[in-house]
Antibody, heavy 116, light 108 residues
Framework: EEQLVESGGGLIQPGGSLRLSCAVSGLNVRNSYMNWVRQAPGKGLEWVSVIYTDGSPYYADSVKGRFSISRDNSKNTVFFQMSSLRVDDTGVYYC???????????WGQGTLVIVS | DAQLTQSPSSLSASVGDRVTITCRAS??????LNWYQQKPGKAPRLLIAAASRLQAGVPPRFSGSGSGPDFTLTISNLQPEDFATYYCQQSYTIPPWTFGLGTKVEIK
């Protein structure tokens, strides 16, 4: 069974750093577009970052220069290093697999990041 | 960037109604347009991929159409379990990829 399990969220002060992990099972991260999507409390979905199959990373303008996506193929895990955190980075962070053009068909349960 | 303008932001409807939600892309996205349903406290669920491909397990009362720049999600014969928030999303362009702002479907 394909599964994504996020961890690493929590309460952090503004300016701090946090690293999220996404443990992947049932699929190979190196063959997938792995993304992070976030949702602020009571707000809509916001695409944040993707790591392509060739390892190329891309970011939303709101996090560029502060956040970094990476993966460990041997551990089949995706990481999201978040630095210089701001209050408006607060939200649930979902690890997701995008099967473009077939959409995001696999979501983790989400991990809550609170910057306060 | 290809921005997505989703409308309306909310609507009220009754069980049995037909509901239409629209998403307009600011640039060509080659039908890489997907629709999601999200209920409170849950992760979103993919309903329609590539503009019109109904996902396995999704009731056929959901349908998607359009070929750019305007795309449409239609729910015919609205059911109680369909009251939720719906989002469009594109992943065609070089990132950043984008979501629409969402449409909340409420009970009239």
């Amino acid at each position: 069974e394909e599964q994504l399990v996020e961890s690493g969220g929590g309460l952090i002060q503004p300016g701090g750093s946090l690293r999220l992990s996404c443990a992947v099972s049932g699929l190979n991260v190196r063959n997938s577009y792995m993304n992070w999507v976030r949702q602020a409390p009571g707000k809509g979905l916001e695409w944040v970052s993707v790591i392509y199959t060739d390892g190329s990373p891309y970011y939303a303008d709101s996090v560029k220069g502060r956040f970094s996506i990476s993966r460990d193929n041997s551990k089949n895990t995706v990481f999201f290093q978040m630095s210089s955190l701001r209050v408006d980075d607060t939200g649930v962070y979902y690890c997701v697999r995008d099967r473009r053009p077939a959409g995001i068909d696999l979501w983790g349960q989400g991990t809550l990041v609170i910057v306060s | 960037d290809a921005q997505l303008t989703q409308s309306p932001s909310s609507l009220s409807a009754s069980v049995g109604d037909r509901v239409t939600i629209t998403c307009r892309a600011s640039r060509p996205i080659n039908n890489y347009l997907n629709w999601y349903q999200q209920k409170p406290g849950k992760a979103p669920r993919l309903l329609i991929a590539a503009a019109s491909r109904l996902q396995a397990g999704v009731p056929p009362r959901f349908s998607g159409s359009g070929s750019g720049p305007d795309f449409t999600l239609t729910i015919s014969n609205l059911q109680p379990e369909d009251f939720a928030t719906y989002y469009c999303q594109q992943s065609y362009t070089i990132p950043p990829w984008t979501f629409g702002l969402g449409t909340k479907v409420e009970i009239k």
